[in-house]
């Protein structure tokens, strides 16, 4: 809001993103939801282009080798992507759900950011979780490719591209709270809406499925090259900017 002396954990002032959004020759939204918000709170129209990915070269990259610093012996895992902090991705609920899923080996993809919930997760680590710091981002299609579920723990996003590329492989995605509009449009899993117990069930009764059963229908897969292909999107943002450009050579 403008006057407003509101400053995010992120440094985020809020008057002056006030200010960006109302200044901004155009704005790019990720979802749906973005555009009501923008629309509703500020006024502002904006252009949907939806997170893009590469198929062709994700594909190619499915069959890599993962080095042993990553993958530490395990063949089939359930996976966690996110940062060190507390805010968003929450990496202490994945804790929670591995000690409820004993049974289950856990691959947690743990980008440094807050050196302290970085210090508290690896000290309460559970023995069914491998942390690994970092990850190259061509060898994140193995990964995914030997992910049996990918797990959120996440409080807020704008669109989480680790569900993106789980659809593009084919693994089914589980989460806490965040992207039911998307699970739920490419029947590719849960949102257990904030609830960790049936969160915890669904992880266990996906691990326990026949290799191969959770893979998406090709429907999925259809549904990401339709609404995600980096192709595609790259012509919406084309336009976007054509238009832009267009626009203020006629205030000139």
């Avoid at 500020?42 to 890599?64: C, E, V, Y």
């Avoid at 302290?116 to 690896?122: A, I, K, Y």
């Avoid at 191969?212 to 090709?218: I, K, V």
Wanted: hydrophobic share 45%; net charge negative; proline share 5%.
């Amino acid at each position: 809001q403008p006057g407003s002396g509101y400053v995010s954990p992120y440094g985020d002032v809020a008057e002056v993103c006030h200010e960006i959004l109302q200044r901004a020759d155009e704005i790019v939204a990720q979802t749906p939801d973005q555009q009501q918000i923008l629309s509703e709170r500020f006024g502002r129209a904006s252009t949907l282009i939806a997170n893009p990915i590469d198929l062709a070269a994700w594909d190619q990259q499915r069959s890599s080798t993962l080095p042993e610093e990553i993958a530490g012996g395990l063949g089939r895992f359930a996976l966690w992507v996110g940062r060190a902090e507390s805010l968003h991705k929450r990496p202490e609920l994945l804790l929670k759900v591995a000690r409820l899923c004993p049974e289950i080996d856990f691959l947690m993809i743990l980008n440094p950011r807050d050196r302290s919930v970085e210090q508290s997760v690896r000290e309460d680590c559970p023995e069914n979780v491998r942390i690994v710091s970092h990850v190259p981002f061509d060898l994140m299609p193995s990964v995914f490719e030997r992910a049996a579920v990918l797990l959120s723990t996440s409080a807020l996003e704008g669109f989480p591209n680790v569900f993106l590329q789980a659809a593009a492989t084919g693994v089914t995605i589980a989460s806490l709270e965040v992207g039911g509009d998307f699970i739920e449009a490419v029947k590719c899993g849960l949102c257990a809406d904030g609830d960790l117990i049936r969160l915890a069930e669904y992880v266990t009764s996906v691990w326990n499925e026949p290799a191969g059963s959770t893979r998406l229908a090709e429907a999925g897969r259809a549904f990401v090259a339709a609404e995600h292909d980096l192709s595609t999107q790259s012509w919406r943002l084309l336009a976007m900017l054509e238009t832009v450009i267009a626009t203020k050579d006629r205030d000139v």
